[in-house]
């Protein structure tokens, strides 16, 4: 019984080597896309954006994700 699950770990070993192939050839036919600007965000834009949503009755998921996040106060 090992000696099939071994064959299937090859197999799939094989497999996945050739999509890593396909996928690299994919990304050299492609072209580089630019670098967008990142932009930091400042506390302030994020609790006007926050305050928005809560004034449009999202308080609820509001709190959650502050709690997920850890940023309760």
Known sequence: MNDVYLSLADGFDKL???YR???GAAD??????AQQ??????????????A???EEGKT?????LLMKYDAGR
């Open 28 to 33: 050299q036919d492609k072209p580089v896309p």
């Open 37 to 50: 600007e990142v932009r930091k965000v400042s506390q302030e834009e994020v609790r006007a954006v926050l």
């Open 60 to 64: 609820p998921q509001i709190k959650a």
């Open 21 to 23: 192939t396909l996928a």
């Open 16 to 18: 996945a080597a050739g």
């Open 52 to 54: 928005k949503k809560s």
